[in-house]
């Protein structure tokens, strides 16, 4: 048994969860985390708890939403913003159609991508393309970069917005989010962030965008079934989500209620209608595992292991589209690999799951992971390739 997979030993540098704050956790190693996290057992625990709640009748929503509004609380103290910035919802595609269909914009404007943007970011704005959007794609160099300044030079006077993951799914990339809001600034419109391979794992500067969404399920560690909205109402005052449902409203109950949409002042205008409460539950224990944590230390520690990923990647011979400047990365790397799904099939087998396809092979690194994790990763592919 390797040390990777002797949870009695001590590798250097330890991991800053253990193993046994997971259920089912009994991997060479977990590379899998950009895809989904494993279960936390106290998200387990916390999601069972809550939806228990519901057998207290009107008691039962005291516990549900009062678990709502830790969440909220938790993750504005993660990004340095108000309670009142944070809006949850049913999952992050939903969030970016409201942002999408929220956005003041004439046929003839445009909004700015790049190639390495998920679809969840993509699909909202190219719908629009329907009614006379351009989407314009800003394409990677080849050193794998997309520079701020490519993104500068796709904007011009028909731009209306910036819409960019802080870390990207495909390699890894992390943008600067101070370098792209000064653009934005320039032209005078939103800087929209998806921060769902940031958040948990490297700082998130939410003071620079307009909008950041996430996921709930990567690397905050929690469950699937919640979409998180950080709304910036000094840089976007007054703006109005393009979907709108029972608990966007400030009191359902009104006179007028045939006549307007009276929406809530804050981020809990972007929220529809009832969420996974018990998921939001199970979100705000993983968001308790990752506030005993040092933020700085969680950075660390995943751009140590993705170095070390790199260097060993770099040694076997396997092209590496990840940088190699810390300030430009996460927990993500990434690799060229022409049968990537099979490898990365065979690679779960072996104990060790990272993600595979379009090319490529992603291996995630997060707290969870210690020091022989990027060992392990290269172990594995040898073991399945021969090489």
Not at 112 to 136: A, W
Not at 347 to 375: K, Q, T
């Amino acid at each position: 048994m390797t040390a990777a997979a002797n949870s009695s030993s001590v590798s250097d540098p330890p991991a800053l969860l253990g193993r046994d704050a997971f259920t089912g956790l009994d991997h060479r190693a977990y590379l899998y985390t950009g895809a989904h996290a494993p279960a936390l057992r106290r998200v387990t625990e916390a999601i069972a708890r809550a939806h228990e709640a519901q057998s207290l009748g009107p008691g039962g929503r005291d516990v549900l939403f009062g678990a709502e509004v830790e969440a909220r609380a938790k993750l504005a103290a993660m990004v340095g913003r108000a309670t009142a910035d944070v809006g949850l919802l049913g999952d992050a595609s939903t969030a970016w159609n409201a942002i999408a269909r929220g956005l003041a914009w004439e046929p003839g404007d445009n909004v700015v991508l790049n190639e390495y943007e998920h679809p969840s970011v993509v699909l909202p704005f190219l719908r629009l393309k329907e009614d006379g959007l351009e989407v314009r794609v800003v394409r990677r160099g080849p050193d794998w970069d997309i520079p701020a300044d490519a993104i500068a030079a796709a904007c011009d006077v028909r731009t209306r917005a910036i819409a960019v993951s802080h870390v990207g799914y495909v390699t890894g990339l992390r943008h600067d989010l101070a370098e792209l809001a000064a653009i934005a600034d320039r032209h005078g419109i939103p800087l929209l962030v998806d921060a769902s391979h940031a958040l948990g794992v490297v700082p998130v500067e939410a003071e620079h965008a307009a909008i950041v969404v996430s996921a709930s399920y990567k690397w905050l560690l929690g469950p699937y079934g919640v979409g998180i909205v950080i709304w910036n109402r000094d840089r976007l005052p007054g703006f109005r989500p393009g979907l709108v449902g029972w608990r966007s409203t400030t009191e359902i109950f009104t006179d007028d209620r045939f006549e307007r949409v009276n929406v809530s002042d804050d981020a809990r205008r972007f929220q529809l209608g009832a969420p996974s409460l018990s998921g939001i539950a199970g979100l705000s224990a993983a968001l308790s595992e990752l506030e005993a944590l040092d933020p700085a230390a969680v950075e660390r520690h995943a751009l140590a292991l993705s170095a070390r990923a790199i260097a060993a990647l770099e040694d076997a011979g396997l092209e590496v589209t990840t940088p190699r400047d810390p300030a430009r990365r996460a927990g993500n790397v990434a690799f060229l690999h022409s049968d990537g799904e099979r490898v990365a099939a065979r690679m779960a087998e072996l104990g060790v799951p990272v993600w595979g396809g379009d090319g490529r092979i992603r291996a995630s690194f997060h707290v969870l992971n210690d020091g022989d994790a990027p060992a392990a990763l290269v172990d594995a592919l040898r073991e399945v390739t021969g090489a």
